[in-house]
């Protein structure tokens, strides 16, 4: 069993101060095994403060990230699944599931993880999942109106992946679960 | 030299311990064969060692402890004597016999003992006797060593209510009378070391005595150790060495039962004071008092407090009055903590208005107090005030205010240590409250500060900030963002003059990025409070100068944009076109601001004059009367702000507001981005944010789309461009706007995008590269295909898709590009996906041949 935090789209100090204390709280070192991040941290705060979360941070540049270090996409295996990471203002049109996929495709990935549109998505699409972590939190955007803090984490255990988002509502924590099975062909053909 | 001293001392104390020694066992000998006589002469040649004036206090001390010892012994012999018939009476006398006058007094006091056991006479008399007859010693040490031995033997003997001494009514007068006398002769003892010639050893080795006190060690640190200077820290060495003999008598005074508040206040304190403020001796000063304030019970301090605190500017001015007030104070505050009920008691004692009196005298009579020890005492003060009366925000102020009169007139503070101390003083308020708001309603805090040099008030705009930050204070109304502002204002402006050392760049942005969090903790729901909240941060940060406009404009416009949205839309305001806030008034607004961000503008006339203009033609005007000014900071946030704002007008239904953000974004795309790389993520939010713009009409839309198109053929590497022209054809088709669906246009932008694949290939395959990047290129393509033809675009037909297949199949060197083969394997695998899902797409999909 690998925990795995996915969470963007912070956008501190531009957009918010910071995390919410109750994110913060849950969000302790030592549980997660990896963290993928899909940009806009903006400050190199966030960064160091996901670090101490856990050592092993993948992020990829969001439009508001400065840090050029941070590559456009990335692909990463977990376990028997293989993740990609793109923070998605590449993806025109912005958050449309069929264009999402095509990067999917391209990545050739099982679970595809982008961000960009600050609202929390998941999609079983063609025997894959693509997700959207929304906004950690709960930074203001001109895609969406009304924006919640959220953040997904991911349990992933042999070929079964359970999808956690967590998200704040009226200063309310609520936890929501998607299961999903990969079966071992979806993949293999060449 | 020094070890010559310390040597000596060695061989005096050992010759002694010999002699010691020797009688001790003669003694110990003469006790075991019942030889009272012979006890008595030995023990009185045993305790002549103690005359010697040969030891430091230290060593001497040495020697005490072992004819303690010893004399304890002797006690029991007594004792035993006196059960086996001798007259206890006869036996106090027989002691007095002894040649010199330190051993007969040392057996006297031990005869006296047993005479206070035997009861045969009552305690007080006895005790009375010996305490007059110990004035015989005058030699300083061995007084105090004597009287100490007094105090030891007598401890446990005091007439104290509730002992088996008891005696009649006064008794506890009497106990305390004795106890009181010794410590005064005592203390008067300890004082004349001061003045005393030295002891015949005339150095001793610094490094051979621990220092108990470190005050003490730094000033030997200090002082370089020559001459009389040395003499002098020597003496007070030794002295401060000794001094818990003094202390004990206190000890013992507050230990009795019989000393009750009325013994205290009546008696007790008013005596003890006495005697330290005549004494003029600043080492027992500060010991004694500080000694009063920690072993008398607290409740007592509180009753007392006048007496206590109207000694204090009658000690010595060079005392170090502050540490010892600051300890009563923090004693006092910490016994209303643990103590709620007690918390009436303080107001009926007015603790705080005394306290505050006894400072402000003392700091008078004290002319040349150092800045940090006044600010100190008021630290002190503030601490003591916030614990016991929180609820008094008025005492707070007050002290604050005392503390300026203080400051007042020095200047700005350069001791760095007092600089600090008002830092903490600056501090407790805001970690007492947990509330920036309550602090906010001191009116002195801000004047304290004006004492600060800028890299202290940096640092103390940093601690508001972060109490802000770490308690969530919402700061809700103009005023409270104004005084806010001016608090922090080390963060905000650049220091007037340009005094010390430049701010570390990493601590620059550091700062600037907690302001920039900071503006998101100034809220207020009320949209004209709210407006009025954005327009000071923008006034204030108009002063900061250039380098901050990166770090507080983009937070400024999100506030902004997110007021807009809770704004009615222009049409339908309750209020009305001339409603003061309008989401007009802030596009102008944000303009204005960006352009700060971007360049420094002259700009306040703007948003009083536009509130009279109409929509469209403010935004126009606007423009017009910006005085752009060059110097650029930062384009690349200020084009992302000008999308963002453009976006926001596009909800707003603003077309011209909409169409002048996306023009100023295009402008600073032509002429300040030139990156290649930026110019690449420039045009992917170009394109996706004109994408979502439904606001456009034909012509302004073609305008933009046509301008977009133009930049992504002018990028710098063909893939780039290839991506980005695809990109363009989604400005054609918006599936829920039937307006923008233009296949022929759609078609056009996919075929141009091929044709730059292919041209990409060409370049590629003669300069003999791999051409693995085009194949990828063609497979993204058919993929754009597929999106479009499964819309049902008429101009996307089959054929092209099919042709496209074939071509990417015809591709050699896609079997060395695994990356692009398994992009090609899953998006054939998705097109067999969508065949088996049925309907109109399956049909659709039914028909490509693959």
């Known amino acids: ?190 | 030299m020094i070890a010559d001293g310390a040597e000596d001392e060695e061989k005096w104390l050992a010759a002694g311990a010999a002699a010691f020694k020797q009688n001790a066992f003669y003694m110990q000998r003469a006790i075991d064969s019942n030889n009272l006589k012979d006890a008595l002469k030995y023990s009185a040649q045993m305790l002549g060692e103690l005359r010697t004036s040969k030891l430091s206090p230290h060593k001497y001390y040495d020697l005490y402890m072992r004819a303690f010892d010893e004399l304890r012994k002797l006690e029991i012999f007594f004792m035993e004597e006196t059960r086996r018939g001798c007259s206890v009476i006869e036996l106090y006398e027989l002691v007095q016999h002894a040649g010199n006058i330190l051993p007969r007094l040392y057996l006297l006091c031990t005869a006296g003992s047993v005479y206070i056991k035997t009861k045969e006479a009552p305690a007080k008399d006895i005790l009375k006797d010996l305490v007059e007859m110990c004035r015989g010693i005058q030699h300083p040490l061995r007084g105090l060593f004597l009287r100490s031995y007094l105090a030891q033997v007598s401890r446990d003997k005091l007439p104290d209510i509730g002992s088996e001494y008891e005696g009649d009514a006064d008794t506890v007068t009497d106990a305390v009378e004795f106890v009181l006398l010794n410590f005064t002769e005592m203390n008067k003892l300890w004082v004349r070391m001061q003045h005393q010639v030295s002891h015949d050893l005339c150095c001793i080795a610094c490094e051979s005595l621990p220092f108990d006190d470190p005050e003490l060690r730094l000033a030997v640190g200090l002082s370089g150790l020559q001459g009389p200077a040395r003499e002098k820290e020597r003496r007070e060495r030794e002295r401060s060495e000794l001094r818990d003999l003094v202390g004990k008598n206190l000890h013992v005074l507050s230990q009795l039962e019989g000393v009750d508040l009325d013994m205290y206040r009546d008696t007790v304190l008013p005596r003890v004071l006495e005697q330290i403020v005549n004494c003029r001796d600043e080492i027992a000063q500060i010991y004694l008092v500080d000694c009063i304030i920690q072993v008398f019970p607290d409740e007592y301090h509180l009753q007392t407090l006048d007496v206590l605190l109207g000694a204090c500017p009658q000690l010595q001015p060079s005392i170090d009055i502050m540490t010892v007030l600051s300890r009563l104070m923090e004693r006092l505050s910490s016994y209303a903590a643990l103590n709620v009920e007690v918390l009436p008691y303080f107001l009926q004692v007015e603790a705080f208005s005394k306290l505050n009196n006894a400072i402000g005298k003392v700091i008078e009579a004290q002319e040349d107090m150092p800045i940090l020890s006044a600010v100190t005492l008021y630290s002190s003060l503030l601490k003591f005030t916030l614990h016991v009366h929180p609820d008094r925000l008025d005492y707070a102020d007050q002290v604050l205010g005392s503390c300026i009169k203080q400051l007042s007139g020095k200047g700005k503070i350069d001791d760095s240590r007092a600089t600090k101390e008002i830092v903490t003083l600056l501090s407790a308020p805001l970690e007492k409250y947990n509330d920036v708001v309550t602090a906010l309603k001191l009116t002195n805090y801000p004047l304290v500060m004006e004492y600060l040099d800028n890299e202290t008030k940096r640092i103390m705009a940093t601690v508001i900030i972060r109490s802000i930050m770490k308690n969530n204070t919402l700061i809700a109304t103009a005023e409270k963002v104004e005084a806010l502002l001016e608090l922090i204002g080390g963060l905000i402006n650049d220091p007037d003059e340009s005094q010390g050392v430049e701010v570390d760049e990493d601590d620059f942005e550091e700062g600037q990025n907690s302001v920039a969090r900071l503006i998101h903790m100034l809220y207020n729901d009320d949209p004209e409070e709210m407006f009025k909240i954005i327009s000071i941060l923008k006034n204030h940060f108009l002063t900061g100068g250039p380098k901050r406009l990166k770090f507080t404009v983009p937070p400024l416009v999100v506030s902004a944009l997110k007021l807009i949205r809770r704004l009615p839309v222009e049409g339908d305001n309750p209020f009305g076109k001339e409603a003061s806030v309008s989401a007009t008034k802030i596009f102008q607004f944000l303009n204005q601001a960006i352009k700060l961000g971007q360049i420094p503008l002259v700009l306040n006339q703007l948003c009083y004059s536009l509130r009279f203009l109409s929509l469209s033609v403010g935004a126009f005007c606007l423009l017009q009367i910006i005085e752009a000014l060059p110097n650029v900071p930062s384009p690349d946030l200020a084009f992302r702000l000008y999308l963002q704002c453009a976006e926001a007008a596009n909800k707003c239904d603003e077309e011209p507001i909409a169409y002048e953000f996306f023009t100023q974004a295009y402008i600073l795309y032509e002429e300040e981005i030139s990156d290649s790389k930026a110019q690449v993520t420039a045009l992917q939010l170009i394109i996706g944010t004109l994408q979502r713009m439904h606001v456009f009409g034909v012509e302004n839309r073609d305008t933009l789309t046509h301008k977009a198109m133009g930049y992504s053929s002018k990028l710098l590497k063909k893939p780039d461009q290839c991506r980005a022209v695809y990109g363009c054809s989604h400005l054609f088709w918006l599936e829920d706007h039937e307006a923008i669906q233009d296949g022929e246009r759609v078609l056009l932008c996919l075929k141009r995008a091929l044709k730059i694949a292919n041209s990409a290939q060409q370049m590629i395959s003669t300069a003999q590269g791999s051409s693995t990047v085009s194949v990828t290129l063609f497979i993204e393509m058919l993929n754009k295909y597929l999106y479009f033809y499964e819309k049902g675009i008429p101009q996307i037909t089959v054929e092209s898709v099919e042709s496209l297949i074939k071509l990417i199949k015809n591709e050699e060197p896609m079997a060395s590009d695994p990356s692009a083969e398994s992009f090609f394997a899953s998006t054939l695998r998705f097109m067999e996906f969508q065949k088996q899902k049925g309907g109109a797409i399956g049909d659709r999909y039914e028909e490509i041949k693959v």
């Open chain 1, 1 to 190: 069993m690998v925990l795995v935090l996915a969470l963007g789209d912070l956008h501190v100090p531009h957009r918010a101060a910071d995390l919410p204390p109750k994110f913060k709280s849950m969000l302790v070192p030592g549980k997660i095994q990896h963290i993928i991040c899909t940009g806009n941290l903006c400050i190199k705060e966030i960064h160091d403060y996901l670090k101490t979360i856990c050592p092993d941070l993948h992020i990829v540049r969001g439009e508001f990230d400065e840090d050029a270090r941070y590559p456009e996409n990335k692909t990463l295996t977990i376990g028997q699944f293989k993740l990609g990471l793109c923070h998605g203002h590449q993806v025109i049109p912005w958050g449309d599931l069929d264009s999402l996929a095509m990067l999917q495709r391209q990545l050739d990935v099982d679970i595809l993880v982008t961000g960009h549109t600050h609202q929390f998505t998941a999609y079983k699409h063609e025997g894959g999942v693509v997700i959207n972590p929304g906004s950690a939190t709960g930074a203001y955007s001109s895609i969406n109106q009304d924006v919640n803090p959220s953040f997904v984490l991911m349990d992933i255990d042999g070929l079964r992946v359970v999808v956690y988002v967590y998200e704040l509502i009226d200063g309310e924590v609520k936890v929501d679960k998607i299961d999903f099975k990969k079966t071992s062909t979806s993949n293999s053909a060449p």
